[in-house]
């Protein structure tokens, strides 16, 4: 996991992670939320994409 500007990448390693995932990356961005008191993230799959059922509910496209 790297963090650089804000945005920190997740890459799911080859030892570790389910294989349908390994080596792929996730971005995770925090924001502010609307009420301002709370931050939330968001995300998506970045260069090679993850499948949709094996991102948080919150990233699926």
């Given at each position: 996991?790297?963090?650089?500007?804000?945005l920190?990448?997740?890459?799911?390693?080859?030892?570790n992670?389910n294989?349908?995932?390994?080596?792929?990356?996730?971005?995770?961005?925090?924001?502010?939320?609307?009420?301002?008191?709370?931050v939330?993230y968001?995300?998506?799959?970045?260069?090679?994409?993850?499948?949709?059922?094996y991102?948080?509910?919150?990233?699926?496209a």
């Open positions: 996991m790297t963090t650089a500007s804000g920190t990448t997740a890459l799911f390693n080859a030892t992670a294989k349908a995932i390994q080596g792929k990356n996730l971005m995770l961005s925090a924001i502010t939320a609307a009420n301002g008191g709370s939330q968001k995300c998506k799959s970045i260069t090679n994409v993850v499948p949709d059922r991102l948080p509910t919150s990233c699926r």
